[in-house]
């Protein structure tokens, strides 16, 4: 149950937007009892919360979040974050770059997982787009 509606709702918009409405419903049509309060959280306070915030402009908390992600070595979270992230108008240079300087900062595993990752994950997109 979010404690708070308001940002629980903005949230759930803001997710659904950015990751994909078919993301957002397995997400929550596979919580329990035991997973619902973090599907909770994850809702009302980094989608309601942080990404509901003025201060930056999608795009760019996708690509701070592919960042984080690899530099995170979360290949599950970075693949709906590089779909997100096209969503968001980046570019797979924009992508390339990101991931590239993550070698550089973060370590070359990190960033050769993380390339893996969204290679497979633009490659989808583009089938998509060419099926369209």
Known sequence: MPINKE??????????EVVGPDHVKRALESANTF???M??????????AIWGREGLERKTRSLINLAM???LNRPNELKA??????RNGCTMEEIREVLLQVA?????P???DSFRAAREVLDEVEAESKST
């Open 7 to 16: 940002l629980y709702d903005r949230g759930l918009a803001i997710r659904t």
């Open 35 to 37: 997973t619902q309060p």
């Open 39 to 48: 599907q909770d959280l994850v809702t009302e306070f980094c989608w309601g």
């Open 69 to 71: 992600l690899s530099v």
């Open 81 to 86: 974050h590089v779909r997100g992230a096209v």
């Open 104 to 108: 550089v900062y973060a370590g070359v």
């Open 110 to 112: 990190a960033a050769i």
